[in-house]
């Protein structure tokens, strides 16, 4: 787990604000993902990115965006079209060569009041 | 994506009882991840396995991979304290993506 960084650990909003939580890795790992999870849900992807300047939707893209401009950061932004935004995210990266397994940040708790 | 089901949802038990939960799927699948997640923490990576009837074991944790390679088990003995939290398997997708499936949440008690 160690090389992922997420700040801020606790997040709070008001409705109707954008707001960008980080994720930055010093692992030189070229793959990217972010991943939201509800209290006693499993993760569900939001974006990936397998490479810099490129992304990829996952599963529930709706009301996010990402970008990934250099290789050690992948931040997302939660706008204000996210409907439920409420929920624990996490960042996490992976070897292309090893490009299954994943290594996860310690996750950004984001409320929105 | 497809989902990948666990059961149970949630066990609890004593300390020292073993415990298990089952990863599903409907296709086979190339390979089957563990993760472990702590109560208030994040994914780790346990293992992962490729082969049909693969087993494989970590001190008192035991991986198997099915032989049609459509389902997992994880399999603790004589639980402790630390073992608590929710264990996901997880199945390889297309471009390095993962599909976790649904968790199983172990609580153990003294």
């Known amino acids: 787990d160690g090389g992922i960084t997420q700040s801020p650990k606790y997040l709070f909003r008001k409705e109707g604000q954008n707001v960008t939580l980080s994720c930055e890795q010093n692992?030189?790992?070229?793959?990217m993902y972010w991943y939201r999870q509800d209290p006693g849900q499993g993760l569900r992807l939001i974006y990936y990115?397998?490479?810099?300047?490129?992304?990829q939707k996952g599963d529930i893209a709706e009301g996010y965006s990402v970008s990934r401009e250099k290789k050690e950061s992948f931040p997302l932004t939660v706008t204000s079209a996210q409907k439920n935004p409420t929920a624990f995210y996490l960042c996490?990266?992976?070897?292309?060569?090893?490009?299954?397994?994943?290594?996860f940040g310690p996750g950004t708790r984001l409320t929105v009041l | 994506g497809q989902q990948v089901m666990q059961i149970p949802q949630y066990q609890h038990v004593q300390e020292g009882e073993d415990f298990t939960t089952y990863c599903n799927s409907s296709?086979?699948?190339?390979?089957i991840q563990w993760y472990k997640q702590r109560p208030g923490g994040h994914p780790v990576f346990l293992i992962q396995?490729?082969?049909?009837?693969e087993v494989k074991k970590q001190k008192r944790l035991t991986f198997q991979f099915g032989e049609a390679k459509k389902n997992s088990s994880l399999h603790i003995t004589a639980t402790q304290t630390t073992d608590v939290g929710t264990y996901f398997c997880?199945?390889?997708?297309?471009?390095?993506?993962?599909?976790f499936g649904t968790g199983t949440r172990l609580q153990v008690t003294l």
């Open positions: 996490a990266s992976s070897m292309r060569s090893r490009a299954d397994t994943q290594y």
């Open positions: 692992l030189n790992h070229d793959a």
């Open positions: 990115s397998q490479i810099v300047n490129d992304f």
């Open positions: 296709t086979t699948l190339s390979n």
């Open positions: 396995l490729v082969k049909s009837g």
């Open positions: 997880a199945k390889a997708g297309t471009a390095s993506k993962l599909t």
